[in-house]
């Protein structure tokens, strides 16, 4: 298959605020969230990011998705730079975060439309969107109730279809069972395995062993904001679980599990 994104060691360095200072327990004044991150992820494949809250996934779904930039390094998103061409980028991908956070005063149905707009949809191509991905994911029926009255699980629902109201070719997702009921989540999961079906490209970033294991073709350990290891699930797994693959690397990164 061919390579559909490429990160060539992207680089992200934050300043760190007194408080922040306090809180990790350290005298530097900077963080590096991503240290020369790379990897490569195929066409057709669902390529996931796994690594411990803190450990840099999140600043390289955002570099990719051009939310932010790299400090240094680059990346491709189906031949296109997110440095010289961020906005053909956007036109090509879609970006779901958990921290995504809905207008409480808008209902589904405006905001479908709104989105719509802003990615030049057709009101045909629109109306035939809205139609399948609301009754999909159950939306339909609060299509006219405000954000503000519906269930995190709902919300949710709503985040992932208006990401994919352009139905992208590059699906990009951040911790995207963060927090969700069991059958939200399923609805989720169920739709990657469906995107992926269809020939969609998938990365999402996750701390979750099983959903890796279930879903992804191939994988990124990210420790400390480095890449630590890359391949795939099946090799990965051919003599040890992933969890176990991944505390070994932990251990080795940090001296011992304990800190």
């Known amino acids: 298959m061919s390579v559909i994104l490429k990160a060539d060691e992207l680089t992200k360095t934050f300043r760190l605020s007194s408080k922040q200072q306090k809180l990790q327990k350290t005298k530097e004044k900077t963080i590096t969230a991503a240290n020369k991150i790379s990897f490569e992820a195929h066409e057709g494949e669902i390529y996931g990011l796994l690594g411990p809250n803190g450990a840099g996934k999140t600043t390289t779904l955002r570099m990719l998705a ?80 405000k954000v503000s009255n519906h269930s995190t699980g709902m919300k949710q629902r709503t985040s992932l279809v208006i990401s994919v109201i352009h139905d992208p070719n590059i699906v990009i997702f951040d ?48 420790i400390d904001g480095k890449m630590v290891l890359c391949d795939t699930i099946e090799n990965m797994t051919s003599e040890k679980s992933l969890e176990d693959v991944f505390f070994d690397l932990y251990a080795e990164a940090k001296g011992g599990i304990e800190e």
Do not use: M
């Open 66 to 145: 051009t939310l932010i930039k790299p400090d240094s390094g680059d990346a491709t998103v189906d031949g296109l730079s997110i440095i010289s061409d961020p906005e053909g980028v956007r036109s090509k991908i879609g970006f779901l975060t958990s921290e995504l956070k809905l207008e409480d005063f808008f209902t589904p149905n405006y905001l479908f439309d709104f989105f719509a707009k802003i990615h030049h949809l057709d009101n045909e191509t629109r109306d035939r969107r809205k139609k399948e991905l609301f009754e999909k994911f159950g939306i339909d029926k609060f299509a006219e109730v």
């Open 175 to 222: 911790e995207p069972t963060n927090g969700l009921d069991v059958i939200t989540a399923k609805v989720v999961t169920d739709f990657l395995a469906e995107q992926k079906a269809q020939g969609k490209s998938i990365i999402l970033s996750t701390h979750i062993f099983s959903l890796v294991e279930k879903l992804c073709d191939r994988a990124g350990i990210i």
